[in-house]
């Protein structure tokens, strides 16, 4: 990277964020863009643009740009602005990891423990003692098995779960007790007692959860989506959880978001509406990745997080 290099950051509220990443050891040049239209403005003299979101439809006209550092795990919209072939396009692979823990650890437990019934009886004054289960007891399945999902698959490990996982290749030794590949998702999903999604968005996982898959879990399972609303069809889920086949899901992310208010899940039996708020962004742990692949990059070194556009992540 050259010392003279035009590095734009466009990010809504970007002070915590440069501060962050001063803080995590760049001292190099930094140009700033608080809305699209400054970004857009800049981006014919940048190089290199760290950014959550493209600050235009189609960036194939900036050609100065070779290096786009997102500040998301996810890439479709990235993958859909017209980037050239030769510009890098690189994601956060370790900043999301420990949130999504933490929240899919809340909501299996909750399933698990019956908070819903635990609720409702408080809410009718009435006293409902009961013999919760153990999470400890389950066999969870995990469906997307990069960094986020070893996160999520080491939590459930320290609390006894036996993890099972899904993804396009094996993985190396890890937590998991058993690994499957897509042309064994039937074994994969009838041996389980709860399914966390974690899928990327592309054409192979587009649609798949719907009746059919969903069917192939035992009857009484859990499901959690927190990777991309495009891996569900929504509109099968709510009588699989009125038939009690699905016994409790919860849903993170969602084809169209906000979820428009007159949207069937709100209403679902035993469903978990939450606003993608499972890991969000957070400025310090994003700012120690942009920071040590600006290091690599000035150094030559290869860049973690660099999306294979074919693959789609």
Not at 11 to 17: D, K
Not at 111 to 126: D, E, S, Y
Not at 148 to 168: D, K, M, N, P, Y
Not at 185 to 194: I, K, Q, T
């Amino acid at each position: 990277m050259d010392a003279m290099e035009r590095i734009l950051l466009f990010r809504e509220n970007p002070a915590p964020f440069v501060s962050a990443l001063r803080a995590a050891g760049y001292r190099g040049p930094l140009t700033v863009a608080e809305s699209r239209e400054d970004a857009v403005a800049l981006l014919a003299e940048a190089e290199v643009l760290i950014a959550m979101r493209p600050p235009a439809d189609d960036l194939s006209r900036f050609t100065r740009l070779r290096w786009v550092q997102t500040l998301s795990a996810g890439v479709d919209r990235w993958l859909g602005a017209g980037l050239g072939e030769k510009v890098r396009l690189t994601r956060l692979v370790e900043a999301f990891g420990p949130a999504m823990a933490e929240h899919v650890l809340l909501v299996l437990l909750a399933a698990v423990k019956g908070l819903t019934g635990l609720q409702a009886a408080q809410a009718a004054h009435r006293w409902a003692p009961a013999r919760p289960a153990l999470l400890r007891e389950k066999r969870v399945g995990v469906a997307g098995y990069g960094a986020i999902g070893r996160a999520v698959g080491q939590a459930l490990h320290g609390l006894g779960v036996e993890v099972w996982t899904l993804s396009s290749r094996l993985p190396g030794p890890g937590p998991q007790r058993r690994a499957f590949t897509p042309d064994r998702l039937e074994a994969f999903l009838s041996g389980l007692d709860a399914l966390v999604s974690i899928l990327p968005k592309t054409a192979a996982t587009t649609g798949m959860w719907n009746r059919r898959t969903l069917q192939m879990l035992p009857r009484g399972a859990i499901f959690v989506n927190v990777g991309r609303g495009s891996a569900l069809v929504e509109e099968d889920l709510p009588p699989l959880l009125a038939s009690g086949h699905i016994a409790f899901a919860a849903l993170d992310v969602f084809s169209t978001e906000p979820l428009p208010r007159d949207n069937p899940l709100w209403d679902a039996p035993n469903l978990l509406v939450t606003p993608h708020v499972s890991a969000p962004t957070r400025d310090r742990e994003a700012a120690r990745e942009v920071a040590e692949n600006l290091r690599r990059d000035a150094e030559g070194r290869p860049l973690p997080g660099t999306v294979d556009r074919e693959r789609g992540y």
